[in-house]
Nanobody, 125 residues
Framework: QVQLVESGGGLVQAGGSLRLSCAAS????????MGWFRQAQGKEREFVAA????????NYADSVKGRFTISRDNAKNTVFLQMNSLKLEDTAVYYC??????????????????WGQGTQVTVSS
């Protein structure tokens, strides 16, 4: 089993930045693809970004390309999401997820077996 705990969320003004972290425990995630998803109030959960086990493959939603960067530190069993130029529409609960495939960077939730509890990101005007 893999346990995932997100942190780093909070309240930020539009145009600002936040860095989310996802710490894994229970098992090393060095062979897993890791993803970030988000869910705004009243909306379905949507893909944000994913990174392969080595970091060589990444995938981003069109809405965050050029603003968000996903990275990982396998030695620390941690994944990050650097969010810059935040917009009001980025407000959501952000979830970290783990996919055992390792090499693929899928955007669909059903590929991911493990999920964190989420961290709230609120962007204000």
């Amino acid at each position: 089993q893999v346990q995932l705990v997100e942190s780093g969320g909070g309240l930020v003004q539009a145009g600002g930045s936040l860095r989310l972290s996802c710490a894994a425990s229970g098992r090393t995630i060095s062979s897993y693809t890791m993803g970030w998803f988000r869910q705004a109030q009243g909306k379905e959960r949507e893909f944000v970004a994913a990174i392969s086990w080595s970091g060589s493959n990444t995938n981003y939603a069109d809405s965050v390309k050029g603003r968000f960067t996903i990275s990982r530190d396998n030695a620390k069993n941690t994944v990050f999401l650097q969010m810059n130029s935040l917009k009001l529409e980025d407000t959501a609960v952000y979830y970290c997820a783990a996919d055992p495939s390792g090499s693929y960077v899928f955007a669909r939730t059903y590929y991911y077996d493990y999920w964190g509890q989420g961290t709230q990101v609120t962007v204000s005007s």
